[in-house]
């Protein structure tokens, strides 16, 4: 399978810290995508990072991406509840719309 | 510019029936890929369409099969549904005419209950 493992698999914190989820995938990749979604409904798309990247930043997001060692991580800083979800990353290739999700990250952000 | 949509957003049916989905790309966005989802397999990839053809395919049986219309609108349909095709299904579209460049963009699902 082409799938990728996320890591960890579940994470709980309190309001304010820093969470941050490590994903791992297995072929070569044009770039990696990380989505969020809540309970069950659609994703909702976060940051996508090129192959030829190592970092990116998008608000309280921060995302790295080592191709040498496969994989990424997200970084989410001052976290809220709202952050409560599901962290999926996902791998796409050349020629392909066909995305390649790890196992998600079930995050819990207490209050 | 309206999002990716998906009708219907639940679904009930029993072993035997077959199934349509329809999926809206976001307006200007000629590819469309559909996921399964569920808790054992997780996300996995059925297929894509792109300008009304199937440009790839995953890993299902051809009980699953799909359509792109002129329009970018795109249906999938499973036939002789089994217990396992229980699923919440995404359709997710993208502006990338050459694929795996870009954000694709999801809609938010047609949860499927088979009975």
């Known amino acids: 399978s082409q799938q990728g493992e996320e890591d960890p698999q579940a994470l709980s914190i309190q309001e304010g810290e820093n969470a941050t989820m490590n994903c791992s995938y297995k072929t070569s990749i044009n770039n990696l995508q990380w989505y969020r979604q809540n309970s069950g409904r659609g994703l909702v798309h976060l940051i996508l990072i090129r192959s030829n990247e190592r970092e990116k930043h998008s608000g309280r997001l921060r995302v790295t991406l080592d191709t040498s060692k496969k994989s990424s991580s997200l970084l989410i800083t001052a976290s809220r509840a709202a952050d409560t979800a599901s962290y999926f990353c996902?791998?796409?290739?050349?020629?392909?719309?066909?995305?390649?999700f790890g196992t998600g990250t079930r995050l819990t952000v207490i209050p | 510019k309206a999002g990716v949509t998906q009708t219907p957003r639940y679904l009930i049916k029993t072993r035997g029936q077959q199934v349509t989905l329809s999926c809206s790309p976001i307006s200007g966005h000629r590819s469309v890929s559909w996921y399964q989802q569920t808790p054992g397999q997780g996300l996995q990839f059925l297929f894509e369409?792109?300008?009304?053809?199937?440009?790839n395919k995953g890993n299902f049986p051809g009980r699953f099969s799909g359509r792109q219309f002129s329009n970018s609108r795109s249906e999938m349909n499973v036939s002789t549904l089994e217990l396992g095709d229980s699923a919440l299904y995404l359709c997710?579209?993208?502006?990338?005419?050459?694929?795996?460049?870009?954000?694709?963009?999801f809609g938010p699902g047609t949860r499927l209950l088979v009975l």
């Open positions: 369409y792109f300008s009304e053809t199937q440009r």
């Open positions: 997710a579209s993208s502006l990338d005419p050459n694929g795996g460049q870009e954000t694709q963009y």
């Open positions: 996902a791998t796409g290739q050349t020629g392909a719309n066909n995305l390649f």
